[in-house]
């Protein structure tokens, strides 16, 4: 049952995204912008559980728990002085989360904004990470020669 504002009358509802009102209080047209007011928020696609409900909490969780076990690692072996092995596992990593998020349905945790996004930015972000890993000093795995000419370039007087 809607309910009455002051003046008497029914306070509209809307099931779609509307315009702003008009004098009276009622929308105008429908439109397909965004509400403007957000009463809710859907969870991420595949945010389900990645697991059925009625495994333990750990189970259910298990792609985000992978990510982060392995990046936990990472910064574990970094910190034992292992700077190269520790980075490129942390890269690793989150190339893997870009990799779980693109292929499985349900994800979990690991799904916190939409499929696209997740996967751009676990996936850009792991291969900056696993990039610069190889190019560490001393001795880089990886030698890009135009680095220097760039440094070069933006440092010369």
Known sequence: MPADDTRG?????????????????????T???????????????????????????PARQWPMLAVTGLVAIGLLVTALDAFRPGTLLIGAALLGGAVLRWLLPDVGMLAVRSRFTDIVTYGVL???????????????LLKLPFLKDILHFTLAK
Do not use: C, K, N, Y
């Open 126 to 140: 792991g291969t900056a990470i696993f990039l610069l890993a190889l190019m560490i000093q001393p001795d880089p």
């Open 31 to 57: 439109t397909r912008r965004f509400p403007l007011f957000t009463r809710d928020t859907a969870r991420p696609e595949g945010g389900g559980r990645a697991a059925a409900g009625g495994a333990p909490a």
């Open 9 to 29: 009358h029914a306070e509209p509802t809307a099931r779609d995204a509307v315009s702003a009102p008009d004098g009276e209080g009622r929308p105008r047209r």
